[in-house]
């Protein structure tokens, strides 16, 4: 694990295990970006920026997520959030599983931020920057994975080891 995390600068150019790849301007601006990465099976990252950051498996299964400086991961029946506490020496992670309420706190933000993403793109309210296929089969590929993860009924994936 890295010592010290920065923030990528061009995702889009480096996140080439994800063959199927764009980026959204979430503002008017530009400055806001969308990154989505979407690879064989179904398996997608959405990326907020630096944080917010989700990532699912083929199923729609939420697998990991990062957000407000921590990384979360999956333990099947809830999250585990682990927190990074650095010495001169060593980084370590410090585990918290999460109770029902904060799990459901992290998944409703999820849910919004995902719905808010599927109901731009289907009033075409959300500017795609770049991607590395067709445009408008690019899109309906974001919009039927937002559907997916959304439709679970058990949205975690099995614990991650």
Excluded: W
């Amino acid at each position: 694990m890295a010592r010290i995390e920065e923030d990528r600068e061009d995702l889009f150019g480096e996140a080439t295990a994800y063959p199927q790849r764009g980026e959204f301007a979430l503002s008017e601006d530009e400055h806001d970006v969308l990154f989505v990465g979407l690879k064989p099976g179904m398996k997608a990252a959405f990326y907020f920026g630096a944080d917010p950051v989700y990532q699912f498996d083929g199923q729609g299964k939420l697998r990991r997520v990062y957000r407000e400086g921590a990384l979360y991961r999956s333990q099947g029946a809830t999250l585990a959030q682990l927190i990074r506490e650095r010495t001169a020496e060593q980084t370590t992670l410090v585990r918290h599983d999460l109770t029902p309420a904060e799990l459901q706190s992290v998944l409703a933000e999820m849910r919004s931020h995902l719905q808010d993403i599927q109901q731009r793109l289907s009033e075409h309210n959300l500017p795609l920057l770049r991607c590395t296929i067709d445009a408008n089969v690019f899109r309906e590929a974001v919009q039927n994975a937002c559907q997916t993860i959304l439709d679970q009924k058990e949205p975690l994936a099995p614990a991650l080891k």
